[in-house]
């Protein structure tokens, strides 16, 4: 069982950059894909970017393509998002999963264990 907690949103300007933080503990981590997900208020959750168990490959949904870089620490059980160029429609609350094995999956069904949340909110 793996517990996941996400930490670094906050209220940021158009252009400004925020560092998502997401601390696992229980499992062992280096064995879990892991990726980053977001909800706006009214709309359906949907994928942001992850990163394969071992680190070697990432993938991204194309509206944050060059913008966000995702990254993990396996020795601190750490996985990172990094966003840069904020935009207003980034505004959300961000959530990180976690998938057995899992190679950059982007879809939310496949993952296994989710953490709470962190609010992102971008004004223009």
């Known amino acids: 069982q793996v517990q996941l907690v996400e930490s670094g949103g906050g209220l940021v300007q158009a252009g400004d950059s925020l560092r998502l933080s997401c601390a696992a503990s229980g499992g062992t981590f280096s064995n879990y894909g892991v990726g980053w997900f977001r909800q706006a208020p009214g709309k359906e959750r949907e994928f942001v970017a992850a990163?394969?168990?071992?680190?070697?490959?990432?993938d991204y949904a194309n509206g944050v393509k060059g913008r966000f870089t995702i990254s993990r620490d396996n020795a601190e059980k750490m996985v990172y998002l990094q966003m840069n160029s904020l935009r207003p429609e980034d505004t959300a609350v961000y959530y990180c999963?976690?998938?057995?094995?899992?190679?950059?999956?982007?879809?939310?069904?496949?993952?296994?264990?989710w953490g709470q949340g962190t609010q992102v909110t971008v004004s223009s």
């Open positions: 999963a976690a998938v057995l094995k899992g190679v950059a999956v982007s879809s939310a069904k496949r993952y296994d264990y």
């Open positions: 990163i394969s168990w071992s680190g070697r490959s990432t």
